[in-house]
């Protein structure tokens, strides 16, 4: 008795599981709910603006603008090197990830804005 009701549990709780996966991917939803995430997303909402020192490496580097993107969907903030709680614009330091593990971003965030201050290539 009490492994068919485990049973139909499991079986409730796997439909159940395919279905939200489902309607999920349509909505687009995300779950940005840690630290990297959530700066990440701050930093991606807002208006991009690039430095010339930043464009000057980009163009030495030949790293465009997808790359930039990139790395600020899947990047890693190291709150060490930023200054995050500097007023009235945070500083983070973002670096790659896999194939773009070498390319680091010093990102100034403001209200409104997100400049991209420098592009560093190790």
Do not use: H
Not at 109 to 118: G, L, M, V, W
């Amino acid at each position: 008795m009490l492994l068919k009701r485990i049973g139909y549990y499991l079986v409730g709780l796997s439909l159940g599981s395919i279905a939200v996966y489902f309607f999920w991917q349509k909505k687009n939803a995300s779950f940005d709910y840690g630290m990297d995430a959530r700066t990440l997303k701050t930093i991606r909402i807002r208006e991009r603006v690039f430095s010339d020192e930043a464009k000057k490496s980009m163009l030495r580097y030949d790293i465009d603008t997808t790359k930039i993107s990139t790395i600020l969907y899947v990047g890693d903030v190291d709150f060490g090197k930023g200054n995050p709680r500097k007023q009235p614009c945070a500083e983070y330091y973002i670096t790659g990830t896999k194939e773009l593990k070498n390319v680091s971003l010093l990102v100034k965030r403001c209200d409104s804005t997100a400049t991209i201050k420098k592009v560093i290539v190790d």
